[in-house]
């Protein structure tokens, strides 16, 4: 079954610092990958989808098929960029999201 | 920006009483979706709709829940016989293809008594 692994539920990082945020999947296919963020008291959105390549809020993610994996990556973060980040995948032919376990950042100033 | 809108936030209900969850997908989209998160656990893929019908469902979907599209907005879930262990945060999402970005409603809070 596909499996889509956040290894950390928690992650502190201080304002201006780099931040990763890992994420590791199980699918010998190929699957389209998507990071979702909860703001505080807020819906689950689309922060960014590998297909498109695009860099959010200065937030990338490459997928490496190789290590199956798809870490989001921020250079500089930002205390707004305190939220809970989930990383999720859909494998083709299907229509379900299967989500990770999620990590909780915490931006300190 | 048009939004999934849920009703209501929180739904209190007591075991083996039925309840119904009720979502406004966004209005172009074709496919709509419950998701389910138990508290501390993962966001968990319940079922989807498209064209009148089920297109896939999990294995959590049992004989206790049904889904139903009543009207040209309104799309529910409905669980007959409530347990302890159904509560949880239910949110509808819906999307206008596949493999099309999954729109996000707020959620609706149900809790189990």
């Known amino acids: 079954a596909q499996r889509v692994t956040q290894p950390e539920k928690l992650l502190s990082v201080f304002k201006g610092a780099p931040v990763e945020l890992k994420c590791n999947y199980s699918y010998s296919g190929s699957p389209e990958l998507f990071w979702y963020v909860q703001y505080s008291r807020q819906r689950l959105q689309l922060l960014l989808r590998h297909i498109s390549r695009e860099s959010i809020k200065g937030f990338t993610a490459d997928l490496n098929k190789g290590e199956t994996s798809f870490h989001l990556k921020k250079p500089f973060a930002q205390e707004e960029d305190s939220a809970m980040y989930y990383c999720?995948?859909?494998?083709?032919?299907?229509?379900?999201?299967?989500f990770g376990q999620g990590t909780r950042l915490t931006i300190n100033p | 920006e048009p939004e999934v809108t849920q009703t209501p936030s929180h739904q209190v209900t007591q075991m083996g009483q039925e309840v119904i969850l009720r979502c406004v997908p966004i209005s172009n989209h074709l496919y709509f979706y419950w998701y389910r998160q138990i508290l501390g656990q993962k966001v968990e893929f319940l079922v989807s709709?498209?064209?009148?019908?089920?297109?896939?469902k999990s294995e959590i979907f049992d004989d206790q829940f049904s889904v139903e599209r009543p009207d040209g907005s309104n799309f529910t879930l409905k669980i007959r016989s409530t347990k302890l262990e159904d509560s949880a945060m239910y949110f509808c999402?819906?999307?206008?293809?596949?493999?099309?970005?999954?729109?996000f409603g707020p959620g609706t809070r149900l809790t189990v008594l």
């Open positions: 999720a995948l859909i494998i083709q032919g299907a229509q379900k999201l299967v």
């Open positions: 709709f498209y064209n009148n019908e089920i297109s896939e």
């Open positions: 999402a819906s999307s206008e293809s596949l493999p099309a970005t999954q729109y």
